[in-house]
């Protein structure tokens, strides 16, 4: 697993739209990448709906789910729970393997990393439980003085 101190890693990928997008493109501004393992699941819903709700409260920060899932499944997720942030398809399982969070099943570990705007690793959630996880989130943002007020 990605270790605190550890760089953004260089990643091309795609979102749930098709574009490519590079996962150092997130540098600027501080990031939270989010890992779960299946789109429309009941965990995986409550988690990505607690951040939806909480969008508002992450100013100027980038928010990113990603899962082992395809466009069509994520465009699917979006659409049913208004979801207002970056779905990452991560089908070929590269990002997964990078941060060391796959699991042995082909899913993504339920595990959350928090960068800075310089893409500095600055904490890592190795275990999470996806209820109001996205609070939990926010106060670790505010304690490493990332969020804007």
Known sequence: ??????????????????????????????TVIYFYPMDDTPGCTKEACSFRDNMHKFKGVNVVGVSTQGIESHQKF?????????????????????????????????????FDEKGILRFVFPEVNPEGHAEEVLDKLKELKLLKS
């Open 1 to 30: 697993m990605l270790k605190v101190g550890s760089e953004l890693p260089d990643i091309e990928t795609i979102d749930h739209n098709g574009n490519k997008v590079n996962l150092r493109d997130f540098i600027g501004k501080p």
């Open 78 to 114: 979006i659409k049913k729970y208004n979801l207002n942030f970056t779905l990452i398809a991560d089908k070929d399982k590269k990002v997964c393997k990078k941060f060391g969070v796959l699991k042995p099943s082909g899913f993504a570990k339920r595990t959350t990393f928090i």
